[in-house]
Structures are given as structure tokens and as C-alpha cells.
């Protein structure tokens, strides 16, 4: 067997982040150029304001405007208006016009601050004139960097707005001004300024600059090696280690098709060497790197805004998401091994793989801050946005020093340039960092114009109507239509943008029509819901950009891909359903019926015990519905066996359903019931394999 490449080299990690870049639609501007350098310095800039504005605070509007600003002016810098072989690789003359603009109707919020408050609600033409064009501007750039859901979605939106008189009485309203529609989107913070957008210009900024640096210092290719030296040798370790690597990317990017990138080019290739098709070895990278934006403290920026919208500390948020996430990840992992037995893979030779300790010493540097942006957050609950300066200014200091020290432990010589490394790669990854951030500097502004919208007409409340009378008082039906329409719209907007619309246009109806029906749930139960189904159309055909990316890399059809990959997803998919209606695995015991909004009111389990219990029954549900959906236990399954399987889940998942179901007197012996039918499917296949032997593959021959 031919030598396997197992680690990165600089010129790997350029090469992975310009396929990101043409993937995400942006410019390659020749190195060295001028408009190279104007992008790059605007950047830079950029990620400079945001330190600043830490350490030295300032008026919150000031800091929005100027965040988005910035956004627009790269946008327009980075992304064409149409793409052709010329705008790909320089910047046409008009973007210098447009993009200037863009950033003076931004900034007039910053000019006209006092005179916009003196006259709140009277506004002058020159105020309506700044909205417009700043508006429009706003939804070209988004145009251009994240395709025409979004906008076309804020245009309906502002349509609905001015029209509401000549709408259909079921949805009618009495209509606003094109005054009142600008200066509720524009010149007040209840709009395009708002929640969202504050955010991003706050807390996400920052995680988003430390994931950057630790990537643009090499965690990146750290993480791919570790988990490959670990995993490796395992039945199907390239997949494994896809999963874990993955995984760990996920903690510090909030991007699908970066952790597809990032990981991919070195597991997919892994995977189809050993015996992986095409399409299965990019739909586990697609799987396992969607998830990604399901593992704590980023999530896809998400649990900085759901913290925000529901006035709840960020770890409390951090804690809710804990299980569910790491739960779909091991099933994933369960659901890789089963593919393994299936098509009988085994493991890389161990003689060609690294010792796992040895890498991990290595790299030992690069996780520490990891640890310490976690200690500053949950143990001494600082808040995100200190946490995270704190470790950016924690991981600036390591990579000024890694390569010096490096140097010495290797006993070379110690050169300025060596020193100087440490500031260079410091510079790309705060231009890296910025660069990363306009997609959803850009995406949350242009949220802010639904959330703007649904406080300005109430269509929260003729929504709600909307769906009961559709559902029929059914919740099931409710919680099905909203999946369905989170996956709509996240074919087409990023998992932030998805979030923020579905949070405010859905999560409210679903808490309205759930206590109408009887069911007394915390709110974060309904905004994960939408915010987990938001990140499930990333590989959902035909549209799922991270398929995309996974089959370019594995030569794989994209649809067949994602398909693959949103069979392997499924497993999430019932994720949400469970802690909708079973809130234990949130973390979550009891909820003031009065006020389920008021996160003071709700009772959390601190209990190590019983958390333990809950995510240990989680997982083995979990792992029952992917050998149920795989058709694989210790051996294929039968017909009998996945009906078996498919009984447990309930019992793990909703024990406090099955309990009252039953009439059991408490959780526990549901919890006991279920893994008494996991027991038997067990016993049932020890005896048939020891009867008759293991199945046997057709195609490979292999047990």
C-alpha cells in the first residue's frame, strides 16, 4: 500500500481556503495587487475596530453601524455583481462607487445620531433619502454574498409592509408609510440596527476572529492529525476520524463548508482508499461537519442570538444545546462504524500511523486556549464578548511565540523572520477572520429587516392563526410544518439568517399554539427546534452547499451526495422532536406554566447523576434509530429486529410520554423497558450469528 499523506503543508491550507472562497462565490485576486491589499487592509482594519471597541467602550448604535459598514464595504470588494471570468479576478470600476456609498448611507446613523433622536418618528427627506439607499444597498450586498433568498425574502417581507390594505382579509393589515417602513428598518434600532446585528458586532465578531487565528496557527491541521493518529486503525478510521476532526472544528467555526473543506480534503480521499464509494466518503464529511454548527460555544453564531432574543446568559444556552449535540455527533460516529461493518473497511495499518501521544504534544498549545476560553466562560462566567477577548489576546501570545520556541526546543537558529512569523500570521488571521465575517455581518442585518417587520404588522399573531386553523390543533402538525419550512429556507440562507427569520417568525407561534394545546415548554425548546432544522439544509438536496463541496472533493455526484448525506442526518432530524417534548434533555426539569418565556422561572438539573443517566438513554436511542435506519446491529438486521429498534427510541428519548402512556409511575421504568428491548434484539442476534455465522456482503465478500 502506497505511503498516505497525513498532515498539511502551508501551501495545503491556501489551497483550502481559496476552494472556500470559490465556493462561497468570492473573488481570487492576484497576490500582491493593490486591490489585493485594499481588501486585506480593509480587513484588518476591521478586526482592529472590534478589538478596540472591547477594550474602550462605545455607543452600541455607533458600533453596529460602523460593523456593517465595514461588512458592505468588503461584500461588495470580495463578491461580484455577476460572475465572469474578469469580475472573478479583478474589481470593476463601479464596485468603487457603489461600495463607498453603501458605507456613507451606513455611516449617516453615526453622523446624524442626536438629530435622528430629536426628531424620532419625524423624519426629514434627507433621512427617508439615507434609508432608502443604504436599504437597497444592503440587500445588493447580501445578493451578491449569500445568493436571493435572503433579500427576496426581505423584499416580501417590506412588501407586505406597504401593502397590507390590499392583502387578503385572512393576513390584511391597516398598512405603513414608506416613512414609517424606513424609519422602523432603518433609523431606529428595531430593524436592520437591531438585536441581530448587535450580536454579530459584539459577541460574534470576536469567536469568529479566535477560530480564524487558531486555524491561520495551525489547530486546523492539529485537529485532522490527532484525530487521525487516535482513530485511524479502527474499522473505518479515515470516517472516524472524519467525525471527531470535524467535530473539534466545529468549536471554533461556525461554517459547514469551511469544516467540509478544511477536513475533507484529506479524510475523503482517506475514505475512498480504503474502500469508502464516493459518495458515502463525502456524505460522513458533509454529516459529520453540518454538525459541526451544532457543537457549543459557536453553534453558526446562533447561541449568541438566542441568548440575546430570550435574555438568557450564554452558558445556560451552551448547557441546553450540550446534549443534543454531543449525542448526534456519537451517533454519527455509531453510524460510520456501522457502515464500516457493512461494507467490511477496516483500519489503516497502525505501522503508518503516528503515535497519538506524539501529536498530541505537538499541538498541545493550540487546545489550551480552547480550555481557557471555556473556563472564562462557564466557570468564571465572564461574559462572551470578554471570554473571547481574552482569548484572542491568549492565542495572539502563543503565535508569537510558538515558532521561537519551537526553534529553541529544536535547537535551530533564531532569526528575526522567525519571530516575525508569529506577527505575519497574526495579520492573516485577522484578515481571515474579518474576511469570514461579512457573510454574516451581511445575513444578520438583513434579518433585522424581518424581525423589524414582524414587530411593525403583527404577523406573529396572524401566523399563529394561519397554522392552527392548517394544523388543526395538532402539534405534531404544527412542529412538522415548521421543520419543513426551516429546511425550505435554509436551502437558501445561511444557518444564522435561518435562525433569525424562523426565530421570529415561527418559534413565538409554536410557544403560542403548544400552550393553547396544554403543552408547557421553555422557549429555548422552540428556538432550537428551528435553529436545528436551519442547519440540516446545509446537505439537503438540491440545494445543500456543503454537499456541494464534499462531491467536488470526492468526484461524487452532489445530489446522490446529498442525499447519502441527509440519510446520515436523520438521526438529527429527531433530535428536536425528542426535546420538544421531553425538555431533560435540555436540562431542563420544570417551566413556570404562567411565564415559559421567563428563563428565571425555569428549574435546571445540576444533578451529575441523572444528567448522566439522560444523555446515556439519549445515546442509546440514538444509536437504536441509526441501526434501525442502517439495518445493521452486530449483523443485518431483520425486519422484526428494526421494528425492535425503532421501539426503543421512544423509551429513550420521551421516557416522561411512554411513562404516562403506560402508566408506569415514573421515567425510570421507561428508561428500564427500553433498554430491556435493546437486551433482546441483542440476545436475538448473538443467537442467530452463532447459529448461522455473520452476514455475509454480497459485493465485497467481506463478513
Known sequence: MEDIKTTKTEEDIRRDEELVEKLEGQRTLKEGTWQYWLIAVLAFVWSAFQIYVVIVPTNSV???????????????????????????????????????????????IVYAYDALNARSGAWEPIDVFMGVVGMFLLLKAARRSLGMALPVIAVIFIAYDYLGPYMPDLIAHKGASVNKIIGQMYLTTEGIFGVPLGVSASYVFLFVLFGALLERAGAGKYFIDLAYALLGKYDGGPAKASVAASGMMGIISGSSIANTVTTGTFTIPLMKKLGF??????????????????????????????????????????????????????????????????????????????????????????????????????????????????????????????????????????????????????????????????PIAVATGVAGIVVGSVTLTGIGLILSEVIEEIANGQIVAVLFMTAIVSLVLGMGLPTTANYIVMAALTAPVIMELASSLGYVIPAIAAHLFVFYFGILAD????VGMAAYAAAGIARSDPIKTGLQGFAYDIRTAILPFAFFFNNKLLLIEGVDAADPNDPSKWQWITNPGEI????????????????????????????????????????????????????????????????????????????????????????????
Request: proline letters at 5%.
Open 62 to 108: 455607533f458600533v453596529r453601524s460602523i460593523h456593517l459598514a465595514f461588512a458592505l464595504a468588503l461584500a461588495f470588494a470580495m463578491y461580484p455583481m455577476f460572475r465572469t471570468p474578469k469580475t472573478m479576478t479583478t474589481i470593476p470600476w463601479y464596485n468603487f462607487v457603489i461600495g463607498p456609498s453603501a458605507v456613507v448611507a451606513t455611516l449617516y
Open 277 to 438: 464509494p464516493g459518495h458515502k466518503a463525502a456524505s460522513v464529511e458533509v454529516a459529520a461537519s453540518t454538525n459541526g454548527q451544532l457543537m457549543p460555544p459557536i453553534m453558526g453564531a446562533a447561541a449568541f442570538i438566542i441568548a440575546e432574543f430570550l435574555g438568557l446568559a450564554y452558558t445556560d444556552v451552551v448547557m441546553a444545546a450540550a446534549i443534543p449535540a454531543f449525542v448526534s455527533y456519537f451517533a454519527l460516529f455509531y453510524i460510520v462504524h456501522l457502515e464500516a461493518k457493512k461494507l467490511g473497511i477496516k483500519g489503516e495499518d497502525p505501522s503508518k500511523l503516528e503515535r497519538a501521544f506524539d501529536v498530541f504534544k505537538t499541538g498541545i498549545h493550540f487546545i489550551i486556549p480552547i480550555f481557557f476560553l471555556m473556563y472564562t466562560l462557564i466557570v468564571l462566567r465572564q461574559s462572551p464578548q470578554m471570554a473571547a477577548f481574552n482569548a484572542i489576546i491568549f492565542m495572539m501570545l502563543i503565535m508569537v511565540l510558538q515558532k521561537p520556541v519551537r526553534a529553541m526546543i529544536d535547537k535551530e537558529k533564531l532569526t528575526s523572520a522567525v519571530w516575525m512569523s508569529g506577527f505575519a500570521d497574526i495579520g492573516h488571521g485577522m484578515v481571515n477572520g474579518a474576511k469570514n465575517m461579512v
Open 539 to 542: 446537505d439537503t438536496p438540491p
Open 612 to 703: 448522566g443517566l439522560i444523555f446515556i438513554a439519549a445515546a442509546a436511542g440514538m444509536f437504536a434509530f441509526s441501526s434501525a435506519t442502517q439495518g445493521w446491529f452486530l449483523t443485518k438486521t431483520s425486519g422484526f429486529e428494526r421494528l425492535l429498534l425503532l421501539v426503543v427510541v421512544p423509551f429513550m428519548l420521551v421516557p416522561n410520554i411512554m411513562a404516562a402512556k403506560l402508566g408506569f409511575s415514573s421515567d425510570y421504568l421507561a428508561y428500564a423497558a427500553g433498554f430491556a428491548v435493546y437486551f433482546v434484539v441483542y440476545f436475538l442476534q448473538k443467537s442467530r450469528i452463532s447459529r448461522h455465522g455473520h452476514y455475509v456482503h454480497k459485493k465485497t465478500g467481506f463478513q
